[in-house]
């Protein structure tokens, strides 16, 4: 640079410019964005219209002060990605009466909350992750999913706005009811939906998921990950339903029927086949199946389910070999391992925004490596007790 020449300064780039290095700054839940109108009068011009490209709402307090804050002013903030963990938070209670009654009213908080904030953010969100606390009475209520250019969709957990109506009546509870606007519910509406990843322990909801009227019918979904598969599985039948649902052969390998192919009474209505090669999803071209290994203290010698699952997805493997431009992805989490989800599903959250992989890998050993350490003292469970 020559002597004489004077530094540039921010202001002599283009605008356009500054608001797309802005805009990839912004792609940390908000907090650069918030950080960036705070420096000078200069950022706060360029940062304020993208300060909110994502937004994470990591409790229902944090939700009731963020809308508190817009209340106010107009809105013009585009939401591309949003962060949904409505963390609840409990008092101390003597009877599982007064747990219910904090329940019933923090359900009705939630419901307030998410139907003022879902207008200003639907139109415009293209990844959303929700995530609950994971307390037995942790479910989300039902609240209407309807977003138009939502490209990727994470649920973590029992979610009443994802999971069709077989599903969510299993779980229907006293003060949950009093959120539900109708016997009906509209399913959700995610016309540009192409990832969805459901992370939940309610084999009921998976099934649901994947029956021949489910919403997924109505999304063009090109990859879907179901992780947290489990030695449960089977005894509903998993595997044979997701084979229907892919029109491929069901596995002659999996549980959940009697000899004459009905479900047992106790479960809910398996859905009838499809016919061969149709399909509820036909743009899916990459399907991704994470097991769940529980512990060995807990495992039978015989006709033990988790061997069952293993082998029914090697069948249902073997049968997707001859569809054309779909392909099995199966991946085994080990018993040993650290629980570490709800930070995976954040990790994952940041990485797909700057467009890498996120949840979304390549093979198991990839999958093994993003799991992270063993436990330094697992435990195996032998009846009531638990040795090392």
């Not at 490209?53 to 944090?62: E, I, Q, V, W």
């Not at 990859?223 to 339903?241: A, W």
């Not at 649902?245 to 106790?266: C, F, M, Q, R, Y």
């Amino acid at each position: 640079m020559d002597a004489n020449d004077q530094p540039a300064d921010v202001e002599s780039l283009p605008t356009e410019i500054w608001q797309h290095i802005i805009a990839e700054a912004c792609e940390d839940g908000g907090r650069t964005g918030t950080s960036l109108i705070l420096t000078s009068k200069f950022f706060h011009t360029h940062a304020f219209y993208n300060r909110f490209d994502s937004l994470a709402l990591t409790s229902l307090a944090r939700l009731e002060g963020f809308l508190s804050c817009v209340r106010s002013s107009v809105w013009p903030f585009p939401v591309r990605h949003l962060w949904l963990s409505p963390q609840r938070e409990w008092k101390a209670a003597s009877s599982y009466q007064a747990v219910a009654e904090q329940k019933k009213l923090w359900d009705a908080r939630f419901v307030n909350a998410i139907r003022e904030l879902l207008p200003l953010v639907t139109p415009t969100t293209r990844t959303l992750v929700i995530v609950p606390d994971g307390s037995w009475l942790g479910r989300v209520p039902w609240f209407e999913c309807n977003f138009p250019l939502l490209e990727e969709l994470t649920v973590c957990g029992d979610v009443a706005a994802v999971l069709p109506s077989s599903a969510d009546s299993a779980h229907e509870t006293g003060p949950d009811s009093a959120t539900v606007p109708g016997s009906t519910r509209d399913l959700p509406h995610v016309p540009s939906l192409k990832r969805f990843h459901i992370a939940t322990n309610s084999s009921r909801a998976r099934v649901a998921l994947l029956s021949t009227s489910s919403w997924l019918r109505a999304s063009p979904i090109t990859h879907l990950r179901v992780s947290g598969v489990s030695d449960e599985d089977p005894k509903i039948g998993f595997t044979r339903i997701l084979a229907r649902a892919l029109g491929v052969p069901e596995p002659s390998i999996d549980s959940g029927w009697n000899a004459d192919g009905e479900s047992h009474p106790a479960l809910p209505a398996i859905p009838g086949p499809l016919m061969r090669g149709e399909t509820i999803l036909p743009c899916l071209q990459k399907l991704m199946i994470q097991t769940v290994e529980p512990n060995p203290g807990l495992r039978g010698d015989v006709d033990d389910p988790f061997d069952q699952l293993k082998a029914s997805l090697r069948e249902l493997a073997w049968e997707i070999e001859d569809v054309e431009g779909l392909s099995l992805l199966v991946m085994e989490k080990s018993w040993k391992k650290l629980p570490n989800r709800e930070q995976r599903l954040w990790d994952h959250w940041l990485d797909r925004m700057e467009g890498r992989k996120g949840c979304w890998v390549e093979s198991a050993e990839e999958e093994e490596a993003l799991e992270g350490p063993d436990d330094p003292h697992p435990h195996v469970v032998t009846g009531f007790l638990v040795m090392d």
